[in-house]
C-alpha cells in the first residue's frame, strides 16, 4: 500500500501562484508514475500533470501546460506542482496520485490505483 498525503493549497487572486506537495509513504517503490488531477464542483475529475522517470519530460493537461509546472523527488518520495497564472477555471479540489506499473494512459484517473484525501485551491476574479 501507499499512503499520499497533500498539503498546500488555498485562496489566491487571478494571475497569483499557489504550490502543492505531496507526500507518499509506505510501498513507495512500486510507484511508478505520480500525478495531479482536479475536480471542480459538479464536473468529472480531470488530469492535471504527471511525471515518472520512464518519459523525459512530464505530461501536462493543454488547459495547465505553460503554467504549471511538476517536480519529483524521488529521494524524498515527493512530487510538487507549482501553479503559476492561476485562473478562476482553475478552482477545484486538487488530487495526488500514484500508479503501480506501466498504465495504458497516463491521463485517465481509472489508472492510478493510490490517492490523496484533496486539497481545495480557490482562485478569485
Known amino acids: 500500500q501507499v499512503q499520499l498525503v497533500e498539503s498546500g493549497g488555498g485562496l489566491v487572486q487571478a494571475g497569483g501562484s499557489l504550490r502543492l506537495s505531496c507526500s507518499a509513504s509506505?510501498?513507495?517503490?512500486?510507484?511508478?508514475?505520480m500525478g495531479w488531477f482536479r475536480q471542480a464542483p459538479g464536473k468529472e475529475r480531470e488530469f492535471v500533470a504527471t511525471?515518472?522517470?520512464?518519459?523525459?519530460?512530464?505530461l501536462f493537461a493543454d488547459s495547465v501546460q505553460g503554467r504549471f509546472t511538476v517536480t519529483r523527488d524521488y529521494a524524498k518520495n515527493t512530487v510538487v506542482l507549482q501553479m503559476n497564472s492561476l485562473k478562476p477555471e482553475d478552482t477545484a479540489v486538487y488530487y495526488c496520485?500514484?500508479?503501480?506499473?506501466?498504465?495504458?494512459?497516463?491521463?485517465?484517473?481509472?489508472?492510478?490505483?493510490?490517492w490523496g484525501q484533496g486539497t481545495q485551491v480557490t482562485v478569485s476574479s
Open positions: 509506505g510501498r513507495t517503490a512500486r510507484t511508478y508514475a
Open positions: 496520485a500514484a500508479r503501480e506499473g506501466r498504465p495504458n494512459s497516463y491521463r485517465s484517473a481509472q489508472e492510478y490505483n493510490y
Open positions: 511525471t515518472t522517470w520512464s518519459i523525459g519530460s512530464p
